[in-house]
């Protein structure tokens, strides 16, 4: 019924049917999703991108049961979010790095794995490979606010990695960081991901963002919110930041502009 | 420390207005004394006069600190530190009720915040209520705690003087703790919300945490609040010792000097709690890491 739903196979990680949600606000209900269909595959890189308002956020929020849908059906490797959240499907990041300013990046990482009940070997060892992995060893014994912004948000994926998620979600990571920062984690999230073969929900505000990271691009737009694109992206799974100025990379910002733009998302 | 000479400044020009404030209020006496024994004074004699009365309308700095140590450093050396007419014997008294009601405000507060923070109805019910109970002045409530407490059987004076200080000294905690056990922003909560966190663990490994800078602010005000308490509650309830006691005493028989040593004596004792919660606070913290 939808052409974002393809035929149901092993490899589907995340399964959105005609999910709905609207939210009442003083302001009357506000429609954050609307018939929203979508399929995500193992080891894809999805980035949803779009206006405030368009749901994207909200989407994310729900396969990690932050929020539950009014209707429709939502599965997270075949299980309900909540029963997914329970198995450890995903870690989340969110925008802001949110480290514990009383915990030592170590200890931040930890977090999870105490909540959890590893044994104390265990999360030393999983700190030990998660920092590896995002380029912060030596690190774990400072403190967040000793480290850069850029770093802090590594740390807060290293975080997230940390218990073996086979799902990232990621809701605007890198939002609040400037563009030179931001090139510099965008590189180094792909040589994650292709390391470690995650699945990746990204939300951003970001066209080049959203084109250079994505395997699928998700194009959203606001009232009520709902998907207008999805965008298979035609770029190689190795990408050095100066694919950027490539033709390929440009036919594509222009597709996900062009999807903004029929979403009416210029218009305010 | 270049701040040194500043601060000293300001302690002298503090000391300078007190002496003309107790050469200017004690004049009338002194003139009147030398009237009386058909003298007159020069103004070196005047301001002399108006230094050394028995019983000052406002004592002079160094009279104060003169009968605060008669009362306290010579009795020591005398060896009598606990004898009835010493201000150590009479501020250990008032330190152990404001001890004990500060630990029984900051348990109260503690707990009326952890209720608050977890239940809306607690919120509702709770909050008016103790807001309410810090509008009420406290000299009015005390005698009534202390007669209460005498009618339910309790002798002991230390405890209705360690409840009215716990009455006094559980809002500051309340408050504050409310706001730190919220400080955690939706985002953090969340977060633990996808680790699948317990209520247990939300609040041992995010929520206390959090609220440590906020409960040692709290403390800091408790702390003085249970002190003063306590000396509330020895004014009105005929009670002999503690510095409370020692001031109602001194007005009773008209010894100023009497007076304003155990006003100071409180004052030190304030001065030396709160500084030794300053000293703890910065301690936690930098053990924590919170503090830069």
Not at chain 1, 69 to 74: K, Q, S, V
Not at chain 1, 128 to 156: C, H, I, T
Not at chain 1, 178 to 190: P, S, W
């Amino acid at each position: 019924m939808n052409e974002n739903v393809r035929n149901p196979s092993e490899d589907t990680v995340i399964r959105a049917e005609n999910l709905d949600l609207t939210f009442e606000t003083t302001d009357g209900p506000v429609h954050a999703l609307k018939g929203v269909s979508l399929d995500i595959q193992r080891g894809d890189f999805v980035s949803f991108i779009g206006p405030s308002g368009c749901g994207k956020t909200t989407f994310l929020r729900c396969i990690a049961a932050l929020e539950t849908p009014a209707g429709g059906t939502l599965t997270v490797n075949g299980m309900t979010p909540e029963q997914a959240r329970k198995s450890r499907a995903y870690g989340y990041v969110f925008q802001a790095a949110g480290l514990y300013p009383w915990r030592t990046i170590a200890g931040n990482i930890k977090l999870p794995l105490e909540i959890m009940g590893f044994s104390r070997d265990e999360q030393e060892q999983r700190v030990k490979n998660v920092l590896q992995l995002v380029d912060l060893e030596g690190f774990g014994g400072k403190y967040p606010w000793q480290l850069s912004g850029g770093m802090q948000q590594r740390a807060s994926i290293a975080r997230a990695l940390a218990f073996d998620a086979e799902i990232l979600l990621m809701d605007e990571p890198f939002g609040a960081l400037d563009e030179i920062v931001r090139d510099h984690l965008n590189e180094q999230l792909l040589a994650l991901w292709a390391r470690t073969g995650k699945t990746i929900g990204f939300v951003t505000h970001s066209i080049p963002e959203a084109v250079y990271l994505s395997t699928r691009i998700v194009v959203m737009s606001p009232r009520p919110g709902r998907i207008t694109d999805v965008i298979e992206s035609p770029l190689p799974k190795e990408r050095p930041l100066d694919i950027r100025d490539s033709q390929a990379f440009l036919e594509v910002a222009h597709r996900v502009r062009e999807g903004l733009r029929a979403g009416h998302s210029y218009d305010d | 420390m270049r701040k040194t000479f500043p601060v000293i400044t300001v302690l002298l020009v503090i000391t300078a207005i007190w002496y003309l404030g107790s050469w200017r209020m004690n004049t009338p006496w002194a003139l009147q004394q030398a009237a009386r024994a058909e003298q007159t004074l020069t103004t070196g004699e005047l301001f002399k006069a108006t230094m050394q009365q028995d019983r000052p309308r406002l004592p002079a700095p160094h009279q104060v600190v003169s009968e605060l140590w008669k009362s306290t450093g010579a009795m020591v050396q005398r060896g009598k530190a606990f004898s009835k007419r010493s201000l150590i014997y009479h501020g250990a008294i008032t330190l152990g009720s404001t001890l004990t009601g500060f630990a029984l405000g900051v348990f109260i507060g503690i707990l009326g915040a952890v209720a608050i923070t977890y239940s809306r109805v607690m919120e509702m019910s709770l909050m008016p209520w103790a807001i309410v109970s810090q509008t009420i002045p406290i000299v009015a409530l005390a005698p009534m705690i202390i007669v209460l407490s005498n009618a339910v059987g309790i002798e002991s004076r230390a405890v209705p003087k360690a409840i009215i200080s716990a009455y006094l000294c559980y809002f500051p905690v309340l408050v504050g703790m409310v706001k730190g056990l919220n400080s955690p922003g939706t985002e953090q909560l969340d977060l633990l919300k996808t680790y699948n966190a317990g209520v247990a663990a939300s609040f041992f490994k995010l929520r206390l945490p959090a609220s440590m800078p906020y409960l040692f602010t709290s403390l800091k005000i408790a702390i003085a609040a249970a002190l003063v308490g306590t000396i509330v509650g020895e004014l009105p309830t005929g009670a002999i010792s503690g510095l409370g006691a020692r001031i109602l005493i001194g007005d009773q028989f008209g010894t100023p000097l009497a007076i304003w040593a155990a006003l100071f004596a409180a004052a030190i004792l304030a001065g030396v709690l709160v500084t030794l919660l300053g000293l703890a606070q910065g301690l936690v913290l930098k053990r924590m890491g919170m503090a830069r």
